[in-house]
């Protein structure tokens, strides 16, 4: 007779050899309780006593058992599983929010998933149909720019979504964020403000990046700046990215004096590194802006100008949006715009040495006039 207990034929193994493998009843008897009740202390701990529990606990221990995680999402439609998509893995911007969305998650008894999808969209897409084929309980992504394919599938698999790092009105699900539009005309007015006329920009191959240049020269050209120089990066941000951006403003453009805003913090520190070597002075004579805030932002020489998101607090914000969901919970509002801040250090300073020129040359014409 076919013996069509799952746990029988899981111990033969591979192939239907008698692998011995440990299950859900072996613990039971080490721990010396039922097989249900090691279920039910995997399902719901809150449903077994400590003492119970801590036996079975000790059983899980000793004989190495893994639970069958597949089994457990068939009978409780949940996978307690979320799948994460960013476009890179070792971009501590995606990195630091992903650690904080990943532990308030874990701490709530679910796994991340992660892929890295680059920027470009078809790649996104073909990922996002590998997740969602691993029946996920809820889907990470970064931004809000998707194919159309892309989204729908999201909306087919009909499971929460978040969307972070960018915001939108119309988001699939849940959006976490801030304007990247807002944050370069913020900039803009930023440097305006301190009397800067000329202005160049660096940026990387990335559609938020470009988003914050755009804004960024219509609002410093509408305030009354000197048309923007505009250095484009064909790749990812680097440090030899950033020296070659300075290169190629000063030799090919003619930019010799003014600030540069760079799409991110490791851009500007490659811009940094080129200034010094070429011996330029920055702040006298450049002024440099980053992006993000990074950890190295604050401990270089000079100490960079940046525009500063908290990572920690988006990550956590999307996780507990996603918890509140899980729960029957409608989280409101569903787009979060958590914000940005300029933080200025020493790469930029109000009157830095460009403009003071400016400033005394000025000076000195209305001075002949009255003359």
Request: proline share 5%.
């Amino acid at each position: 007779m076919m013996d069509t207990d799952p746990e029988q034929s899981r111990k033969r193994g591979p192939g239907g050899r008698g692998g011995g493998g440990v299950t859900m009843a072996t613990v039971g008897r080490i721990a010396g309780v039922s097989q249900v009740t090691v279920s039910r202390a995997l399902s719901d701990p809150s449903k077994v006593s400590p003492a119970t529990l801590e036996k079975i606990r000790e059983a899980i221990r000793t004989t190495g058992f893994v639970p069958n995680a597949v089994a457990g999402a068939l009978a409780s439609s949940r996978s307690k599983l979320v799948t994460a998509l960013v476009p890179s893995l070792t971009n501590i911007v995606y990195s630091s929010l992903l650690q904080s969305f990943s532990a308030t998650l874990r701490a709530n008894g679910y796994e991340i998933l992660l892929s890295e999808t680059g920027f470009a969209p078809e790649i996104e897409e073909a990922l996002i149909a590998t997740h969602l084929s691993r029946r996920p309980d809820a889907v990470l992504l970064t931004g809000i720019h998707h194919s159309a394919q892309s989204k729908r599938m999201l909306i087919g698999a009909d499971i929460p979504v978040v969307e972070v790092w960018d915001i939108t009105d119309t988001p699939i699900d849940i959006c976490v964020g801030f304007s990247h539009p807002e944050a370069g005309r913020a900039v803009a007015g930023f440097v305006r403000s301190a009397g800067s006329q000329r202005a160049a920009t660096v940026t990387a191959n990335d559609s938020r990046a470009h988003r914050r240049r755009e804004a960024f020269t219509r609002e410093f050209e509408a305030d009354g700046g000197e048309p923007v120089t505009r250095v484009d990066c064909p790749g990812p941000a680097s440090l030899a990215a950033g020296r070659a951006a300075l290169a190629e403003a000063i030799d090919i453009h003619g930019f010799r004096s003014g600030v540069i805003f760079c799409s991110s913090d490791l851009l500007a520190h490659g811009v940094l590194i080129e200034a010094r070597v070429r011996g330029i002075d920055v702040p006298g004579t450049l002024s440099v802006i980053g992006f993000g805030d990074q950890d190295f932002a604050a401990d270089i020489a000079p100490s960079l100008t940046t525009v500063r998101v908290d990572r920690d607090l988006l990550g956590r914000t999307a996780a507990e949006a996603l918890l509140a969901r899980f729960e029957g919970q409608d989280p409101r509002p569903a787009v979060r715009d958590l914000g940005f801040e300029i933080i200025e250090r020493q790469s930029f300073q109000t009157g830095h040495e460009a403009n003071r020129d400016d400033r005394l040359d000025a000076s000195k014409q209305t001075a002949s006039k009255r003359g």
